[in-house]
């Protein structure tokens, strides 16, 4: 049991796992903030502009409830609900767009540091010890 202890405690430290639970933790918090940009900023724009007060109320109606004589539901409606929908689809496609941004920016450093890479003067061969040895042995037969 302590070796399986011991085991998971190295796995869990190991550097990969570490940045994905943080990576994990920072998505969280930004699907959050995308949500609410999406529900408090976005939709109430385009709801305006709809001329509804909620987009969450934009549904189609395809089939209305059926009551009985006592006013009591005997068929539910069936509606189709576009509104948050179009909710969805925007929070997706802002979490899409700052994705893409966030690997363009990754891709751009990346390619930079390569170029800098190979732009860098290769420095010149060392001589080996023996190649030392052979120029001190020639400068001593010189004297």
Partial sequence: MKKLFNEFKAFIMRGNVLDMAIGVVIAGAFGKITTSLVNDLILPLVSWICGTRDMTALNILVRPAVYDEAGEVVKEAITLGFG????????????????????????????????????APEEPAKPTSEELLA????????K
């Fill in 84 to 119: 948050s929908f179009v909710g969805t689809v925007i929070d997706f496609l802002l979490i899409a767009l700052v994705v893409f941004a966030i690997v363009k920016v990754a891709n751009k450093a990346h390619d930079l540091a390569h170029k800098k890479e190979e732009a």
């Fill in 135 to 142: 120029q001190i042995l020639e400068e001593l037969k010189k």
